[in-house]
């Protein structure tokens, strides 16, 4: 019977072992030093050798020249634990056997002495999904177990495993696969089994595995199925549903020609021929994750999982486009990879997406926009509005700009009213302007305010009805020192100004404001942001 790569392969000892030096070197010195502990935890990533180093460290134990790093390979406990019959290595399936009654089963294994090796090996995998009550029953069993016993868990979800647990075993990580590891080993497997694979084909199933050398092997095997002995990388990408470099390309290529019909074509392209759409859109994600590496480290670098010949062409695409819009292509790729996974119409999704991609790259940057402000041609300024009151000569202003607001009828010219004869709008608006209340100064200043045996009563037009807040009003009559009138709000249908003149320092803020928006940088500002005006402050006062 066929044998897949994976098994056939499979490591015997730790020298065969791919990667995970950190392991392999702490597990050889306490073998060598007869320090071995009674558990372990084996966590990782799927397919990096944690049932494989498992395997080895029971034979080392339990090898007739052992306990030793180099266990012979001859010995009948050798041969029964690499083929998985050995009577004192017991491999249990912690996914079908997680209850307590499993456990304590385990627990009445463990007193009796092993039948005929040194240690009776317990290897546990997917242990993370014992249940909380079956980790309890073998607590104290893995705490204190007898000489003879060792336990192994194996784990891709490390988290899962109790604290309880986890104080009482040495904690080993095992760490993804470098991609370089993965393209070495398929390449010497490959040899061994006469194959002709070439530098892009062994990068595509290596890049199927991502850093797992079992999920590489099985893609191989499929391979070898599909094509025989040669392997074409064309054939091999349409086997596993990859996509080619140059067919990624093409949503750069149009992102460059900012061409959003291109996008549509795309995307009908990949519907027709059937392609995940989802799965697509991963792959576009890791495809502008490269560029922005790519782009960063340059060429040659071990950050991208790809051959040398596509790193240089990745290189090449990365150095038509800025580091910026690189970035902002991949988040937006991942945003609308997330979309597509809860999308019904996954097709719509993805042409907005990457329509989306296409408008993104014409936003200019904020420096540039900032440069055209400050070097722009000059808007010719507006006439200065002339006042009944000579306006005096005042330092520079500055515009602050805000998003869209209710207009402010700053350069209006009120029409007059019967004046406040007590003072009390005069200091309510310092007051206000102190706080820091510029909005409500304003509405005051269109306002008509009296004030009589101790009642406070203001009329304001409705247009500054959300201005005119009660407690805004409050805390200004007491940072006034006004004392603690009766307040009362009134709202008149009457347009902002009609009936109520402006204090004097209205008139001076009024005529501020208009040579502030007379300045030409100012128009050039507002012409290239929008927006609207809606305070002038004096940087200097």
Same mark, same amino acid.
């Given at each position: 019977?066929?044998?897949?790569?994976?098994?056939?392969?499979?490591?015997?000892?730790?020298?065969?072992?791919?990667?995970?030096?950190?392991?392999?070197?702490?597990?050889?010195?306490?073998?060598?030093?007869?320090?071995?502990?009674?558990?372990?935890?084996?966590?990782?990533?799927?397919?990096?050798?944690?049932?494989?180093?498992?395997?080895?460290?029971?034979?080392?134990?339990?090898?007739?020249?052992?306990?030793?790093?180099?266990?012979?390979?001859?010995?009948?406990?050798?041969?029964?634990?690499?083929?998985?019959?050995?009577?004192?290595?017991?491999?249990?399936?912690?996914?079908?056997?997680?209850?307590?009654?499993?456990?304590?089963?385990?627990?009445?294994?463990?007193?009796?002495?092993?039948?005929?090796?040194?240690?009776?090996?317990?290897?546990?995998?997917?242990?993370?999904?014992?249940?909380?009550?079956?980790?309890?029953?073998?607590?104290?069993?893995?705490?204190?177990?007898?000489?003879?016993?060792?336990?192994?868990?194996?784990?891709?979800?490390?988290?899962?495993?109790?604290?309880?647990?986890?104080?009482?075993?040495?904690?080993?990580?095992?760490?993804?696969?470098?991609?370089?590891?993965?393209?070495?080993?398929?390449?010497?497997?490959?040899?061994?089994?006469?194959?002709?694979?070439?530098?892009?084909?062994?990068?595509?199933?290596?890049?199927?595995?991502?850093?797992?050398?079992?999920?590489?092997?099985?893609?191989?095997?499929?391979?070898?199925?599909?094509?025989?002995?040669?392997?074409?990388?064309?054939?091999?990408?349409?086997?596993?549903?990859?996509?080619?470099?140059?067919? &990624? %390309?093409?949503?750069?290529?149009? @992102?460059?020609?900012?061409?959003? !019909?291109?996008? +549509?074509? *795309?995307?009908?392209? =990949?519907?027709?021929?059937?392609?995940?759409?989802?799965?697509?859109?991963?792959?576009?994600?890791?495809?502008?994750?490269?560029?922005?590496?790519?782009?960063?480290?340059?060429?040659?670098?071990?950050?991208?999982?790809?051959?040398?010949?596509?790193?240089?062409?990745?290189?090449?695409?990365?150095?038509?486009?800025?580091?910026?819009?690189?970035?902002?292509?991949?988040?937006?790729?991942?945003?609308?990879?997330?979309?597509?996974?809860?999308?019904?119409?996954?097709? &719509? %999704?993805?042409?907005?997406?990457? @329509?989306?991609?296409?408008?993104? !790259?014409?936003? +200019?940057? *904020?420096?540039?926009? =900032?440069?055209?402000?400050?070097?722009?041609?000059?808007?010719?300024?507006?006439?200065?509005?002339?006042?009944?009151?000579?306006?005096?000569?005042?330092?520079?202003?500055?515009?602050?700009?805000?998003?869209?607001?209710?207009?402010?009828?700053?350069?209006?010219?009120?029409?007059?009213?019967?004046?406040?004869?007590?003072?009390?709008?005069?200091?309510?608006?310092?007051?206000?302007?102190?706080?820091?209340?510029?909005?409500?100064?304003?509405?005051?200043?269109?306002?008509?305010?009296?004030?009589?045996?101790?009642?406070?009563?203001?009329?304001?037009?409705?247009?500054?009805?959300?201005?005119?807040?009660?407690?805004?009003?409050?805390?200004?009559?007491?940072?006034?020192?006004?004392?603690?009138?009766?307040?009362?709000?009134?709202?008149?249908?009457?347009?902002?100004?009609?009936?109520?003149?402006?204090?004097?320092?209205?008139?001076?803020?009024?005529?501020?404001?208009?040579?502030?928006?007379?300045?030409?940088?100012?128009?050039?500002?507002?012409?290239?942001?929008?927006?609207?005006?809606?305070?002038?402050?004096?940087?200097?006062?």
């Amino acid at each position: 019977m066929y044998q897949v790569l994976a098994r056939k392969y499979r490591p015997q000892t730790f020298d065969e072992l791919v990667a995970q030096e950190h392991v392999r070197t702490t597990l050889e010195n306490a073998i060598a030093q007869n320090r071995t502990a009674h558990g372990y935890i084996f966590s990782g990533q799927r397919g990096t050798g944690k049932t494989t180093v498992a395997r080895i460290l029971a034979r080392c134990l339990n090898c007739v020249n052992g306990p030793t790093a180099k266990p012979c390979g001859e010995c009948s406990s050798c041969v029964e634990i690499a083929a998985g019959g050995s009577v004192d290595v017991i491999e249990i399936d912690a996914a079908s056997n997680r209850g307590i009654n499993e456990m304590r089963e385990l627990r009445e294994n463990v007193r009796y002495r092993p039948a005929r090796d040194r240690y009776k090996i317990f290897i546990i995998d997917e242990a993370h999904q014992i249940t909380s009550e079956a980790f309890n029953a073998l607590l104290k069993t893995l705490e204190e177990p007898p000489e003879w016993v060792v336990f192994i868990l194996c784990t891709t979800e490390a988290h899962k495993i109790p604290a309880t647990i986890a104080s009482r075993c040495q904690h080993f990580s095992f760490r993804s696969v470098d991609f370089e590891d993965v393209v070495a080993r398929m390449a010497w497997i490959c040899g061994r089994e006469g194959i002709e694979a070439d530098d892009e084909v062994l990068a595509v199933l290596a890049q199927a595995g991502d850093g797992s050398v079992r999920d590489s092997l099985s893609a191989l095997d499929q391979a070898i199925a599909c094509c025989g002995t040669k392997l074409d990388a064309v054939e091999v990408r349409a086997l596993l549903g990859a996509f080619s470099l140059d067919s &990624l %390309h093409q949503v750069t290529e149009a @992102l460059a020609t900012s061409g959003s !019909g291109r996008m +549509l074509e *795309i995307v009908a392209e =990949l519907e027709r021929n059937g392609h995940n759409l989802q799965h697509f859109c991963r792959e576009l994600a890791r495809y502008f994750r490269n560029l922005v590496v790519a782009k960063i480290a340059g060429v040659g670098t071990r950050l991208i999982a790809a051959s040398a010949q596509e790193s240089g062409r990745l290189a090449e695409i990365a150095a038509g486009f800025s580091e910026e819009d690189l970035t902002r292509y991949l988040q937006l790729s991942l945003d609308l990879y997330g979309e597509l996974q809860r999308s019904l119409e996954p097709r &719509l %999704h993805l042409e907005i997406g990457l @329509l989306r991609m296409v408008q993104a !790259g014409k936003l +200019l940057p *904020i420096e540039e926009a =900032l440069a055209m402000v400050g070097g722009g041609t000059p808007t010719p300024p507006a006439p200065p509005v002339r006042r009944a009151e000579p306006a005096k000569t005042a330092p520079a202003r500055t515009a602050s700009a805000g998003q869209a607001a209710p207009p402010t009828p700053a350069v209006s010219t009120p029409a007059a009213a019967p004046s406040d004869d007590s003072g009390w709008k005069g200091k309510l608006h310092a007051a206000l302007m102190e706080l820091g209340m510029a909005q409500t100064a304003h509405a005051l200043d269109h306002s008509q305010v009296s004030e009589s045996a101790g009642r406070l009563r203001i009329v304001a037009p409705k247009f500054y009805r959300l201005s005119m807040k009660e407690a805004d009003l409050r805390k200004a009559i007491e940072q006034a020192g006004l004392g603690s009138p009766l307040l009362a709000i009134e709202f008149s249908d009457e347009a902002p100004g009609a009936d109520a003149a402006p204090t004097p320092q209205a008139r001076q803020d009024d005529e501020l404001t208009a040579r502030a928006l007379a300045h030409p940088e100012v128009q050039r500002f507002r012409e290239t942001f929008g927006g609207q005006v809606r305070a002038v402050r004096n940087l200097k006062e």
